[in-house]
């Protein structure tokens, strides 16, 4: 059963969509023309952008409609909607364009268009993230729910059903399970919703109760009967989930291909194997380091003559790191610790009082004022701002027997933060608990997430009590 809240949803989306164009257009004939901030030659009368705006919506609204921007969103990270805004967006202004070449409307002003476009693409951004956490509030109030029925009651339905309850804000509810030969003992009648019946009964609970929702976490050995369980779904219209038995092998969000004609799922899909994504991540990565080079220089020299001041040997520190595609480079830091002997090699791990460090260098590291030379690291394309910390061949080497899926941080350049230390997981901490966040972030890579790791950092600031 489609829900008719969600229809009403997808109208409301479609209708704010043009209003929030149609108030693009009236602030960037405001700022171009009447703000007075811009010199400008005399406009076209204000009626012929009205019209162009108007055409503009329609085909903006269009164009959502076709690549997906009006289904339901539930499930969907923001950053997703916001990359399919500026699609639409990108693509309707060619449109746009073309039709006024056909026309012969080439007097438009170039600087409203630009303005026209920007204000189209943060107000509709805007108002969509203060709209999606509206609905995460209500939904986490119990309003417009969605009902769930899972189908099997084993270690995987259950763990579905744990999962589901720690994300609220999402508006599921579990109505139940149906089971063929589980029964809830005691403690788990108590944790759990109750098992409504056997799995043959599916038709009969489908009819009898509201359902918007049936999620398939059987074992491989009931694959068959996963033909008849969706043609009850579909012939009653209820929406069909498969949680493969095998999903610990599969990343956070599966990629599916086509090879030789069969859909397969690809285990470990990156965004940044794309190249789009790869030079918009590097561009960033330059972009943002060239600026912190500048603001922090005054930073840079204060702690380059406090080193040379406090401690015999060199200014810069270089420590061999393994990076991407598990290769190696030097990596630079500001040196804190004390020199070591000729032909030592150092594999000790850095503790809460380690007589190594210099006075000086024990207020660096706290402060993490030692990293800034990664950005020259940046620059030279060894590192990303954001990603995985780089550690040594030594650790590597015994993390990768040690700690499952390790080594899959080397499919990316390491970071000087990441998605980890945003967290607070820096230091001595967990090591098997980093790689969780290295991976989510491998897998859910985006320019927003580096922005948001970067105001993380930023705002939780560089003092850390785990950093030694």
């Known amino acids: 059963m489609i829900r008719k809240n969600q229809r009403f949803l997808t109208q409301l989306y479609i209708l704010v969509d043009f209003a929030a164009i149609q108030l ?17 030659e005399q406009p076209l009368p204000i009626e012929i952008y009205a019209y162009w705006s108007v055409i503009y919506g329609v085909i903006a609204v269009l164009m959502g409609v076709m690549i997906t921007l009006y289904m339901p969103k539930r499930k969907k990270r923001f950053a997703d909607e916001v990359w399919k805004i500026i699609q639409v967006h990108g693509m309707s202004l060619f449109i746009l364009l073309g039709l006024m070449f056909f026309f012969r409307q080439v007097d438009i002003s170039r600087h409203y268009l630009a303005f ?15 709209l999606k956490n509206a609905l995460k509030q209500l939904r986490k109030k119990g309003f417009n729910k969605q009902f769930v029925l899972i189908l099997g009651a084993g270690s995987l339905g259950r763990r579905f059903h744990a999962n589901l309850k720690q994300y609220p804000e999402l508006g599921y509810e579990v109505v139940g399970f149906l089971d063929d030969q589980k029964e809830w003992d005691g403690i788990e009648a108590a944790r759990y919703k109750p098992i409504l019946g056997t799995i043959d009964e599916l038709e009969r609970i489908l009819e009898s109760k ?11 050995e009931a694959h068959h009967r996963y033909a008849r ?10 929406r069909t989930l498969i949680i493969p038995d095998f999903f610990d092998y599969l990343p956070a969000r599966p990629y599916f291909d086509n090879f030789a004609g069969m ?13 789009g994504n790869r030079i918009a991540k590097r561009v960033f990565d330059i972009l943002f380091s060239l600026l912190a080079i500048i603001i922090t220089s005054p930073v840079l020299l204060f702690v380059a003559i406090g080193v040379k001041l406090t401690s015999k040997g060199p200014i810069i520190f270089k420590q061999e790191r393994v990076g991407l595609n598990r290769r190696t480079f030097q990596m630079y830091k500001f040196r804190s610790m004390q020199l070591l002997p000729e032909g030592t090699e150092d594999t000790g791990w850095t503790t809460a009082n380690d007589p190594r460090r210099t006075r ?13 030379p990664q950005f020259f690291n940046v620059l030279a394309g060894h590192m990303s701002v954001v990603g995985p910390r780089p550690e040594r061949p030594y650790y590597v080497d015994q993390f990768k027997e040690e700690v499952p899926k390790y080594m899959v941080k080397h499919h990316v350049r390491p970071g000087i933060t990441g998605w ?14 980093r790689i969780k966040y290295d991976i989510f972030y491998i897998e859910n890579w985006s320019i927003l997430l580096d922005i948001k790791i970067v105001f993380k950092t930023v705002i939780n600031g560089f003092i850390n009590k785990n950093a030694y």
């Open 263 to 275: 859909p397969m799922i690809n285990v470990r899909d990156i965004p940044l194997d794309l190249t």
């Open 210 to 220: 509201l359902i918007d929702e049936v999620v398939l976490a059987l074992p491989l």
């Open 420 to 433: 980890a230390q945003s967290h607070g997981l820096r230091g001595d901490t967990s090591i098997e608990e």
């Open 229 to 238: 369980i969706i043609a009850i779904c579909e012939k009653t219209g209820v």
């Open 360 to 372: 000086f260098g024990t207020f660096i590291r706290k402060t993490s004022l030692d990293e800034l």
């Open 116 to 130: 026209y476009m920007m204000f189209n693409v943060v107000l509709i951004t805007l108002y969509r993230y203060l």
């Open 24 to 40: 693009a257009f009236l602030l960037a004939w405001w700022f171009k023309f009447a703000s007075g901030w811009i010199a400008y």
